[in-house]
């Protein structure tokens, strides 16, 4: 999706309305077990295979809290700049529903673990901050299945108590094209950490979109609908885009907006409303008498510190500081792990700018057409920074160093070796070259003439010549020097 910010309709009438937006993200926590059961997480299972009894909620079982999900929501809230709070507190949030056994969700409402963080976005004219007002763990419900039969809904409970982080920002997004940069950043900063894979598809990141407009230079916010569970960038762009729009559409109308839970249908592009807003005291929240108060010492949260890595934003700036890349190089390069490792695994050996240009032109190109992640890369590392020295020493153009990419994309093989075989070297004695310019010049004599009572501009078709005789392996800049002498 590489819609512009100019290109959403939401700033119509005359551009005067704003859209303001805020995000519940439900970041599943990358972890083995469930959050309060020794459950599998591992998706794709048969449905109800991953399901231990306190997960299915019969009677008498109890809640026993993970370890290693609290790590990982601490960690998640020290990549977010963010306080971490010593005590916090589970509750149990009341309401009915069938993919939901116990018939409460045990969550945390009045003391996350979480508390105010930001999230640093790397927009185009500049860095936006991006306000987190907490980050909460909770247990995922089962899910629901009424596609199978006409008559009647199959639960599947596998996923029942999967630990969710839920993370709220703060309603200072401002456009869809800002959401695109808040969930790919948040993202980002997940992965580097380890605590969450992100992967929109198997539903381990959805969020609960909230969309407001109002009159620019107004300063209280209008009333915001929700959108729930929306599990793609593209779908919550094309939601916040709908909806503003709908609620301009009211409001220029003389109407007002009702506080509502809607949905978001992808098949027609619209949101619809499911019910009005419900506020937090019709969830009966109160502390879970089954687990105590979570407390955690700073001896325990300064450990977790030590296992946090360079985070995008620490990389990006050492990438532009130690290695000179401009900040579109950088951010692009930092956008996860495996991308800037591959970066720094080819730049070891080799030329830091041509290094720079061919992974994020050739490279990415291939990549993107052949639908790999870098991983997958055809190319390895090591063989990408030998092409680059190939082409640093003079050993072959850059023209005849895409043909030999073109080769190392079907087989990863030493680039010498191709350009050995196929007899790409690029010629630089010149000796060779001046015997090829004289044969040029010598065929194209009445040009030569022209060239010389001062048609300059020919000089572009000699270079060409050669290099076309030459097989393009001619130096290019032999040649530039030879022809002046010869012409
Ligand atoms: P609730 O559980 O009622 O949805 P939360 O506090 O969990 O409340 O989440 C509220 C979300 O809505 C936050 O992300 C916040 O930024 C956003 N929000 C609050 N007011 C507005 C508004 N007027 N317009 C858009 N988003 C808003
Ligand atoms: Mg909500």
């Not at 198997?202 to 915001?224: C, I, P, Q």
């Not at 019709?282 to 890595?309: G, N």
């Not at 680059?388 to 093989?413: P, Q």
Request: glycine share 6%; hydrophobic share 35%.
């Amino acid at each position: 999706m590489s819609k512009d910010k100019s290109e959403y309709l939401i700033n119509r009438k005359d551009n005067q309305y704003e859209v303001v937006i805020g995000l519940e993200v439900h970041a599943q926590v990358t972890s083995e077990s469930k959050l309060f059961s020794t459950s599998s997480t591992k998706f794709g299972a048969e449905p109800n295979t991953q399901v231990s009894l306190v997960d299915a909620a019969l009677p008498g079982m109890l809640p026993v809290i993970n370890e290693y999900c609290v790590k990982q929501a601490i960690k998640t809230g020290i990549g977010l700049k963010a306080k971490i709070n010593k005590r916090s507190v589970f509750d149990r949030k009341n309401y009915f529903y069938a993919d939901l056994p116990q018939g409460y969700q045990i969550s945390q409402f009045k003391d996350p673990i979480v508390g105010e963080g930001k999230v640093i976005l790397d927009m185009p004219d500049g860095q936006k901050e991006v306000g987190i007002e907490r980050l909460h763990l909770e247990q995922d419900a089962g899910k629901s299945i009424h596609d199978l039969d006409p008559k009647n809904t199959f639960v599947d409970l596998n996923r029942s108590g999967v630990a969710l982080m839920e993370i709220v920002s703060k309603p200072d997004l401002r456009s869809p094209y800002e959401v695109n940069a808040y969930v790919k950043k948040l993202r980002s900063i997940m992965r580097y950490l380890g605590t969450c894979d992100g992967n929109m598809q198997e539903g381990s990141l959805r969020a609960d979109v909230n969309v407001s407009v109002r009159k620019k230079g107004t300063k209280e916010f209008g009333t915001r609908c929700e959108i729930k569970n929306v599990n793609s960038i593209k779908f919550m762009q094309m939601a916040i885009e709908y909806e503003a729009n709908r609620q301009v559409d009211l409001i220029e109308d003389g109407q007002s907006i009702d506080q509502e839970t809607r949905l978001f249908d992808t098949k027609k592009n619209e949101t619809r409303s499911m019910r009005s807003k419900e506020d937090a005291h019709d969830y009966r929240y109160f502390p879970d008498p089954d687990l105590l108060p979570l407390e955690v010492s700073d001896d325990f949260i300064e450990k977790l510190q030590l296992e946090i890595p360079e985070l995008p934003d620490e990389k990006k700036k050492r990438f532009i500081e130690k290695f000179k890349l401009s900040p579109y190089e950088a951010t692009i390069l930092v956008s996860d792990n495996e991308t800037s490792n591959y970066f720094e695994n080819v730049i070891k050996k080799s030329d830091v700018k041509l290094a720079t240009n061919w992974i994020i032109g050739e490279l990415f190109a291939a990549l993107n057409e052949k639908n790999l992640e870098i991983i997958e890369s055809p190319i390895s590392a090591g063989n990408l920074s030998k092409l680059i020295n190939l082409i640093k020493d003079g050993t072959i153009s850059g023209k005849i160093a895409k043909t030999v990419f073109e080769h190392m994309l079907e087989e990863d093989k030493d680039p010498k070796k191709i350009v050995e075989e196929k007899g790409l070297k690029q010629e630089s004695d010149p000796k060779a070259l001046e015997a090829l310019i004289d044969k040029v010049i010598d065929d194209n004599r009445e040009k030569a003439t022209e060239y010389k009572s001062g048609k300059v501009k020919l000089f572009g078709f000699f270079v060409g010549q050669v290099m076309k005789v030459s097989g393009g392996k001619a130096n290019p800049q032999l040649v530039n020097e030879i022809l002046k002498k010869k012409l």
